[in-house]
């Protein structure tokens, strides 16, 4: 069973409260919405109430597309993104990858590893807007 911190969940909460008030302003019915984004409406729905412990990234972005907006807003609901551009590593693994959460928890250690051993941390970022 994956793990799953309270402010993924919380995240997660989030995000379908937001996607349901999306919805309901675009005045789409459930089946309707998830026709309009390409995704099983008991999925759909299973979204909205939370009940995802990870949610499906491609969906996410399917449901964006439909709603017309950007994944990335999606993404910050859900506390998958600081805002920056990029979703975190293990957003990115679920959505091109088909692994198990453990095999992605274990590539998110060695990751981190790897980053610390070879950037002592630095977040890359933060150099670009200090040359720019």
Not at 75 to 99: C, E, H, M, N, Q
Not at 109 to 119: G, R, T, V
Request: proline share 5%.
């Amino acid at each position: 069973m994956p793990i799953v911190n309270h402010e993924e969940a919380r995240g997660y909460r989030s995000l379908g409260i937001y996607l349901q008030r999306l919805r309901q302003e675009r005045r789409l019915g459930l089946r309707e919405a998830a026709r309009t984004a390409g995704v099983d409406p008991t999925w759909l729905l299973r979204l909205e109430k939370g009940v995802y412990v990870t949610p499906n990234t491609r969906g996410i972005a399917k449901v964006a597309k439909g709603y017309g907006v950007d994944v990335e807003e999606l993404y910050i609901v859900a506390g998958l993104s600081d805002g920056r551009g990029l979703p975190g590593f293990a957003p990115y693994l679920r959505a091109k990858y088909a692994l198990p959460d453990d095999a992605i928890s274990q590539l998110e250690s060695h990751f981190a590893l790897l980053n610390d051993k070879y950037q002592g941390g630095v977040d890359h970022d933060d150099d670009n807007k200090q040359s720019a």
